[in-house]
T-cell receptor, first 112, second 116 residues
Framework: KQEVTQIPAALSVPEGENLVLNCSFT??????LQWFRQDPGKGLTSLLL?????REQTSGRLNASLDKSSGRSTLYIAASQPGDSATYLC???????????FGRGTQLTVWP | GAGVSQSPSNKVTEKGKDVELRCDPI?????LYWYRQSLGQGLEFLIY????????KSGLPSDRFSAERTGGSVSTLTIQRTQQEDSAVYLC??????????????FGPGTRLTVL
């Protein structure tokens, strides 16, 4: 069974810092990996999707990398802002299309 | 355009009662997914619809849980004889095809279920 782990569980930083959030997964037979953001009381918003054949994706201040063979992904957030405060979830698509396997998330707080 | 909507947003019920949770996916999305998020836990997959069929319902935790989708659109998740451990936020998502490696899942705001 696919297991997804995210480290750290929580992170609190001052505004302006560059951050790295980590995700690891146990089964490398994935078709994609996605990073989501969840704000309190709200649903999930997709941030980046990396296909299994890709190494990284970028969107604005966000950059996600994927090393499928080692079962790892990182989400890099540049020049963090208070508006980035949220829970960040990593999810992998398994060997067949359909369900996603989620980690428990990293709760990020960026203070002014 | 309109996103995924879910109703009700909150539901409080007594142990042993049946509940129905509704999901309206993004118009035109073929695939629909149900997940639940318990306190302190990650999102747990429940069931996946491709059109009106459910090729993967392996995540349903017991036979008290069932789901259907009609007209390739609205889906209802039904929990019979609710138990306290069913308390969680139930999230619905939809995606354009469900058969593409670049399909992104779009999530609704969830239904918070509390079983007393």
């Amino acid at each position: 069974k696919q297991e997804v782990t995210q480290i750290p569980a929580a992170l609190s930083v001052p505004e302006g810092e560059n951050l790295v959030l980590n995700c690891s997964f146990t089964d490398s037979a994935i078709y994609n990996l996605q990073w989501f953001r969840q704000d309190p009381g709200k649903g999930l918003t997709s941030l980046l999707l990396i296909q299994s054949s890709q190494r990284e994706q970028t969107s604005g201040r966000l950059n996600a990398s994927l090393d499928k063979s080692s079962g790892r992904s990182t989400l890099y957030i540049a020049a963090s802002q208070p508006g980035d405060s949220a829970t960040y979830l990593c999810a992998v698509g398994g060997s067949t299309l359909g369900r996603l396997y989620f980690g428990r998330g990293t709760q990020l707080t960026v203070w002014p | 355009g309109a996103g995924v909507s879910q109703s009700p947003s909150n539901k409080v019920t007594e142990k042993g009662k049946d509940v129905e949770l509704r999901c309206d996916p993004i118009s035109g999305h073929t695939a629909l997914y149900w997940y639940r998020q318990s306190l302190g836990q990650g999102l747990e997959f429940l069931i996946y619809f491709q059109g009106n069929s459910a090729p993967d319902k392996s995540g349903l935790p017991s036979d008290r849980f069932s789901a259907e989708r009609t007209g390739g659109s609205v889906s209802t998740l039904t929990i019979q004889r609710t138990q306290q451990e069913d308390s969680a936020v139930y999230l619905c998502a939809s995606s354009p095809t469900g058969t593409s490696v670049v399909d992104t899942q779009y999530f609704g705001p969830g239904t918070r279920l509390t079983v007393l």
